[in-house]
């Protein structure tokens, strides 16, 4: 079954500096690979995404990914962070023949101003 | 319409209540949802509905009962649940390409404290 890694529990960064968040995933194929956004108390909302093709990603708000199969990474980039992107990141990967997701344990951002 | 809509979006119940929490989305999806999200915790999957079919249970209690009366609409039964279900409960659809993962679309939960 595949899983996920997110090494970092919690990072902090300012405000207008570059952001990465790592993840690290395992899987037997080319996975599916997703990066999720969390407000508190709220659902999870798409950043990007990457099934397959060009492996660098952009996504909403700013964000792109990186998909690095000799490294079986999928890092979350942002070049200068906003205060309103303070929140929990989940890293997932989907199997690519039936409908299951995984989802790593998370990264909270906290942005100083 | 990329809205998935849960209710009630908090629940408090005893442990002898039964209740239910509902999941609805009109984005033509036909696989579904529940997973179980403790605080501080990634989302951890409970059942996976494909053509309103259960095709994804992954051992969950029976005091938690599934179910998929249409397309549209997503049930999740509870009955003589202990204080430790306590959790935000999520929703999520995606289309079902084939049964091939496609990105989720996920609603804004429903807290349920249990007491």
């Known amino acids: 079954a595949q899983s996920v890694t997110q090494p970092d529990i919690h990072i902090t960064v300012s405000e207008g500096a570059s952001l990465e968040l790592r993840c690290n995933y395992s899987y037997g194929a080319t996975p599916y690979l997703f990066w999720y956004v969390q407000s508190p108390g709220q659902g999870l909302q798409l950043l990007l995404k990457?099934?397959?093709?060009?492996?660098l990603v952009q996504g909403i708000k700013g964000f792109e990914a990186e998909f690095k199969r000799s490294q079986s990474s999928f890092n979350l980039r942002k070049p200068s962070v906003h205060w309103s992107d303070a929140a929990e990141y989940f890293c997932?990967?989907?199997?690519?023949?039936?409908?299951?997701?995984?989802f790593g344990a998370g990264t909270r951002l906290t942005v100083k101003p | 319409d990329t809205e998935v809509t849960q209710t009630p979006k908090h629940l408090v119940m005893g442990m002898t209540n039964k209740k239910s929490l509902k999941c609805e989305q009109h984005m033509g999806h036909r696989a579904m949802y529940w997973y179980k999200q403790k605080a501080k915790k990634p989302p951890e999957l409970m059942f996976v509905y494909s053509y309103e079919k259960l095709s994804i249970n992954e051992s969950v209690p029976s005091r938690f009962s599934p179910e998929c009366p249409n397309s549209s609409l997503l049930n999740l039964h509870l009955h003589a649940l202990q204080p430790e279900d306590s959790a935000l409960y999520l929703c999520?659809?995606?289309?079902?390409?084939?049964?091939?993962?496609?990105?989720?679309?996920f609603g804004p939960g429903t807290r349920l404290t249990v007491t």
């Open positions: 990457y099934f397959s093709g060009d492996t």
């Open positions: 999520a659809s995606s289309q079902d390409l084939s049964g091939r993962i496609n990105e989720q679309y």
């Open positions: 997932a990967v989907g199997a690519r023949n039936n409908n299951d997701m995984r």
